[in-house]
């Protein structure tokens, strides 16, 4: 699927707004139709976006199904007051009031899918503990099937607990495990994988690096998507090239240092890391997260769009990389442009680092925020 850009990511509608049906096959060749384009700031004009668009294309979400594929995190809260230090060492003794669990990692894009409305089927490794079957308890919750989860009895479920005090993290313990899955995990991974995929409309690839899409996983899984010709979108940890082939890659400035190998200090620098991951990639476009300062677009051979992001209080970023992604997949397969999808999914970040802890955004939530987000982004030319 080399080559493939994200202006060809349209949903795959029928007169009637629904995608017809595979029945038994694994995969279809997907028919697309190319999203009206809008104006740039890529030739120094002002940014052109309808705000009645984007709340149509919000609206298609409902009819988009995606495939989620990537490491699982349960992520567990313990959460509390500190009015004193303990006497045995100078640390704060938390009073505990409340202690939740939540999918994160990949199975926080599951959660952002579901929050905004989308369809969706997930697959990824767990462990033969509690831990993994509260993760396949809070997919059902979701009215997510399971049965894309490989329990593997050779390694851990990745758990991530935090310690949280009056809106502060004191403390994380993680257990996990880097370590790739061994041959009789990666060949049911790849069984769950091909089953998987009827009615879905596109892939989106989380990589936390947990060892789940570790080598050979992640290329046998670009193989298995590119023989059903589904558009790919990746939030990858390292190694491009087991992703070459996918459409987009969407990683924050941090990464696009590491990943292209280029230090960024300018413009200049990141128009080469973004065309450096994009080589690395086959010609995928390329979305640079940059926090407070939105997002830099690269699609295909045209200059770097700047779209910026409308102030907000924030109060925790944690997850808003998961949610940027989650709409940015579901906005290009209802139709979106590449610009249309950024300015979306800026507002769905919005609303998360709005929240504490790992936080979704709902459709009605983002909604609320799109018309700050098209004046942010209009005010970025």
Not at 239 to 263: H, M, Q, Y
Not at 357 to 366: F, L, R
């Amino acid at each position: 699927m080399a080559g493939n850009t994200v202006s060809q990511l349209a949903v795959r509608v029928g007169r009637h707004g629904h995608r017809a049906r595979r029945g038994r096959q694994r995969c279809a060749s997907a028919a697309r139709r190319g999203g009206d384009r809008l104006p740039s700031n890529a030739g120094g004009a002002a940014l052109s976006l309808d705000l009645s668009r984007l709340e149509s294309l919000l609206d298609g979400f409902a009819r988009v199904r995606l495939l989620v594929f990537g490491d699982v995190v349960l992520d567990e809260y313990i959460w509390g007051d500190v009015d004193r230090v303990s006497p045995e060492a100078p640390v704060p003794v938390v009073r505990v009031r409340e202690e939740t669990v939540m999918l994160g990692g990949a199975g926080n894009v599951v959660r952002n899918i579901v929050a905004l409305g989308g369809g969706v089927s997930f697959c990824s490794v767990v462990g033969d503990d509690a831990a993994g079957r509260r993760v396949a308890s809070l997919l059902k919750d979701l009215d997510v099937d399971p049965r894309g989860l490989v329990v593997a009895d050779s390694r851990p479920t990745t758990r991530k607990t935090r310690v949280v005090a009056r809106s502060q993290q004191i403390v994380r313990f993680d257990r996990e495990t880097s370590e790739r899955t061994d041959d009789d995990v990666a060949g049911r991974l790849r069984g769950v994988l091909e089953s998987s995929l009827a009615d879905c409309d596109g892939v989106v690839i989380e990589d936390y690096g947990k060892g789940v899409l570790a080598p050979p996983m992640g290329s046998d899984a670009m193989a298995i998507f590119r023989a059903c010709n589904l558009p790919v979108v990746v939030d990858p940890k390292s190694d491009l090239e087991t992703f070459r082939g996918a459409s987009l890659v969407k990683p924050n400035l941090r990464e696009a240092e590491l990943l292209s190998g280029i230090e960024i200090h300018d413009a200049q620098d990141l128009a080469a890391a973004a065309a450096r991951m994009r080589e690395d990639l086959g010609g995928a476009d390329v979305i640079v997260t940059r926090g407070a300062e939105g997002m830099t677009l690269f699609e295909g051979g045209t200059k770097a769009v700047e779209v910026r992001t409308a102030p907000r209080e924030v109060f925790d970023v944690q997850g808003a990389g998961d949610t940027t992604i989650s709409a940015l997949a579901l906005a290009l397969r209802a139709g979106a442009s590449l610009l249309e999808a950024a300015v979306i999914a800026n507002a769905a970040a919005g609303v998360v680092v709005g929240k504490v802890g790992t936080a979704t955004a709902s459709a009605a939530e983002v909604r609320e925020l799109l018309r700050g987000a098209v004046e942010a982004a209009g005010a970025g030319s």
